[in-house]
T-cell receptor, first 117, second 114 residues
Framework: AQKITQTQPGMFVQEKEAVTLDCTYD???????LFWYKQPSSGEMIFLIY??????QNATEGRYSLNFQKARKSANLVISASQLGDSAMYFC??????????????FGQGTILTVHP | SAVISQKPSRDICQRGTSLTIQCQVD?????MFWYRQQPGQSLTLIAT?????????ESGFVIDKFPISRPNLTFSTLTVSNMSPEDSSIYLC???????????FGSGTRLTVV
């Protein structure tokens, strides 16, 4: 079974500063994928970034980067130069590559990020 | 990336009734999923919608309560049956065509049962 833990229920950051959202995971699978999603108050799920368990480089997508530490089973999201529009709920998720849970996403509890002007 | 049209976007329903939620994808996809997000909570997988066969349900979810159809590779429905206030949630469909990339989600259906 897979488990995702996000220990920060809420985070605050000043506009234009960087912020790190924590995510740790637990799995016995050797091959898996890690995702971060943003959910604004409108409820839609917006894909931000993906990291494969065998990817050697940390993933980056614009202002988003994923700090992947495989040995520590952590996949923290770093948002640089925060903007007011970044205020939202952020979910970390993972899915196995093989097995009976193939393709199924498991989500963490989420972190509410508030960006102050 | 795919585009999923989900409807209705929101509804207020009487207890004991049923609501069917539809998801239309703009192209054929391999896998489709249905999630529930209870107020203030994370997303929980309800089931995997299988094309041409019965859906595969996760623990705690049953076909009688959440019947799912997937008649082709671009369309799926989820019915919430015999609703109670505890069914008030956001329901989201999702698709994946390439595992090494982000899953696309529908815009969600915000259901309130009174």
């Amino acid at each position: 079974a897979q488990k995702i833990t996000q220990t920060q229920p809420g985070m605050f950051v000043q506009e234009k500063e960087a912020v790190t959202l924590d995510c740790t995971y637990d799995t016995s699978d050797q091959s898996y994928g890690l995702f971060w999603y943003k959910q604004p108050s409108s409820g839609e799920m917006i894909f931000l970034i993906y990291q494969g368990s065998y990817d050697e480089q940390n993933a980056t997508e614009g202002r988003y980067s994923l700090n992947f530490q495989k040995a520590r089973k952590s996949a923290n999201l770093v948002i640089s130069a925060s903007q007011l529009g970044d205020s939202a709920m952020y979910f970390c998720a993972m899915r196995p590559t093989f097995g009976t849970s193939y393709g199924k996403l498991t989500f963490g509890q989420g972190t509410i990020l508030t960006v102050h002007p | 990336s795919a585009v999923i049209s989900q409807k209705p976007s929101r509804d207020i329903c009487q207890r004991g009734t049923s609501l069917t939620i539809q998801c239309q994808v703009d192209s054929q996809v391999t896998m489709m999923f249905w999630y529930r997000q209870q107020p203030g909570q994370s997303l929980t997988l309800i089931a995997t919608a299988n094309q041409g066969s019965e859906a595969t349900y996760e623990s705690g979810f049953v076909i009688d309560k959440f019947p799912i159809s997937r008649p082709n590779l671009t369309f799926s429905t989820l019915t919430v049956s015999n609703m109670s206030p505890e069914d008030s949630s956001i329901y989201l469909c999702s698709e994946v065509r390439r595992l090494n990339y982000g899953y696309t989600f529908g815009s969600g259906t915000r259901l309130t049962v009174v």
